[in-house]
């Protein structure tokens, strides 16, 4: 389903609202350009998770865990190399391990990342149709009975 959101917060809603579906061991992989709004939705899907903490980009530390009624483990593919190199970091970083722990993986830049995906991840990409609007498109999972 398409997702339009007019603003931060509608993005925002959209993260929550999935995460009313998810349940441990489900993979969300978000794709989009920089800075179109992956944090923003995880923020709302951290919330949805019952996660109080404050959601920061994992950018430099590549994963970052929290705590919630489900955790959450959110991982930023940003600084991987690509190709062998993203390959190894993950394995060095027990990258699999994370969806065996009865939490939600939730991935931005997923597609620097692709071949490590599991076949069952909810994908999430979303596309900027001008500078505050953003076409959300999430794939692999049913909203329709969300209220959305
Ligand atoms: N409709 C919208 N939904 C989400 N963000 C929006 C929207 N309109 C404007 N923005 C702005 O876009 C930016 C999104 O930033 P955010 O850090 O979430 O992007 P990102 O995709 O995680 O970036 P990065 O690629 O650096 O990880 C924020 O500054 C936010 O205020
Ligand atoms: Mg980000």
Not at 20 to 49: C, M, N, P, Y
Not at 61 to 75: D, S, T
Request: aromatic content about 8%; overall charge negative; glycine content about 14%.
């Amino acid at each position: 389903m398409v997702i339009n959101s007019r603003t931060e917060a509608d993005t925002e809603r959209a993260g929550f609202i999935l995460a009313q579906k998810l349940t441990g061991g489900d993979v969300v992989a978000l794709r989009g350009g920089l800075g179109v709004g992956k944090t923003v939705f995880t923020r709302g899907l951290a919330r949805g998770l019952g996660v109080n903490a404050r959601v920061v980009s994992p950018t430099y530390n590549i994963v970052n865990e929290y705590e919630g009624r489900l955790p959450l483990f959110h991982f930023d593919m940003y600084r991987m190399g690509g190709g062998v190199r993203t390959e190894q970091e993950l394995f060095d970083i027990g990258f699999d391990e994370y969806f065996e722990r009865g939490g939600v993986v939730c991935i931005e830049w997923s597609e620097l990342a692709e071949d490590a995906l599991p076949s069952g991840a909810v994908r999430d990409s979303i596309e900027a149709t001008s500078d505050d609007t953003r076409a959300i498109t999430i794939e692999g999972i049913s909203l329709d009975d969300a209220g959305v």
